[in-house]
């Protein structure tokens, strides 16, 4: 359902954007992954082209505008469009509010809910001029329900849910669709330096920290694989999701139905 169409992708070094790279281009898209640490995304782009499939690594700091035009223009360049774009760059820090540092808050927050509105700025004039575009941006339960400790996640999140749907709302009536994908706990490095952090905390196992701390909040009592988030990434990029705009769609193995 996506072969063909290019697909845009945001710190897809790792974790759940390398996943989703993988996957669309396993579907016969052409991928552009797209990292703040060049050297880990042009190694991973490598390695999917070397399977015989269509994929570049293009380094982009989301945070710094020169370098996410020179990736457009360098998409442009090499595939002449952008059917795609999903936003997944993202990083975590926990601290209670008032020990927050302010100028984590404010990357955090240029990371995840200022770079996918710079990010959409440029995509959508590109995808209304095709008549067609798929937006996908990487919230999380964090954007739908409240955490403690997670003062900068929460609050670029949440905000990006609200983006989604102003977004949605005016690439409507130009076949643009944008959506939110909000996972659970999901297995990658991200999540795994949080559980290291919980584990030294508790003096126990990385494993013991998730039987104790994780499990008992995810009725699933597991993490999710990284691919499952791709699978809800290609249904939403494929045309018969062309009718679902603005939602956020919770992937978290029953966290939030709590
Ligand atoms: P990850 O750490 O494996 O990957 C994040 C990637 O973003 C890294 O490759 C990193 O280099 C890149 N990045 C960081 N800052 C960047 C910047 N300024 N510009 C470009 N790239 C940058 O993490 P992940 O778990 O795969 O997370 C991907 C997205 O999914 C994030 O937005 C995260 O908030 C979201 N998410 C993750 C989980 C989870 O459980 N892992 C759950 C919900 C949402």
């Known amino acids: 359902m996506v072969e063909g169409r290019v697909v845009f992708i945001t710190g897809a070094a790792s974790g759940i954007g390398l996943a989703i790279g993988k996957a669309f281009a396993r579907q016969r898209a052409k991928v552009v992954l797209t990292d703040i640490d060049k050297d880990k995304v042009q190694k991973a782009a490598a390695e999917i082209a070397d399977e015989g499939f269509t994929c570049i690594g293009l380094a982009c700091d989301v945070t710094n505008e020169e370098a996410v035009d020179e990736a457009f223009a360098e998409t442009l360049r090499v595939f002449g469009?952008?059917?795609?774009?999903?936003?997944?760059?993202?990083?975590?820090?926990?601290?209670?509010?008032?020990?927050?540092?302010?100028?984590?808050?404010?990357?955090?927050?240029r990371i995840m809910l200022t770079a996918p509105f710079s990010m959409m700025k440029k995509a959508i004039p590109i995808m209304k001029k095709q008549k067609h575009g798929r937006i996908i941006n990487m919230s999380s339960i964090n954007g739908v329900i409240g955490f403690a400790g997670k003062a900068g996640y929460n609050s670029a999140k949440h905000g990006l849910i609200g983006l989604t749907k102003v977004a949605a709302l005016e690439g409507a009536e130009h076949g643009i669709t944008v959506n939110a994908l909000c996972p659970g706990y999901v297995d990658t490095p991200l999540v795994r330096n949080q559980l290291e952090d919980l584990a030294a905390d508790r003096g126990v196992t990385l494993e013991k920290a998730l039987e104790e701390v994780i499990y008992p909040l995810v009725p699933q009592k597991r993490l999710l694989a990284p691919q499952e988030v791709a699978d809800y990434?290609?249904?939403?990029?494929?045309?018969?999701?062309?009718?679902?705009?603005?939602?956020?769609?919770?992937i978290d193995g029953g966290y939030t139905a709590q």
Do not use: C, H, W
Not at 83 to 91: S, V
Not at 96 to 108: H, I, R, S, V, Y
Not at 233 to 243: P, V
């Open 81 to 109: 469009r952008v059917d795609i774009l999903i936003n997944n760059a993202g990083m975590q820090y926990l601290a209670k509010l008032e020990d927050f540092p302010t100028e984590t808050f404010e990357k955090m927050t």
């Open 233 to 250: 990434a290609l249904f939403l990029a494929g045309d018969q999701a062309k009718s679902v705009t603005g939602q956020s769609v919770l």
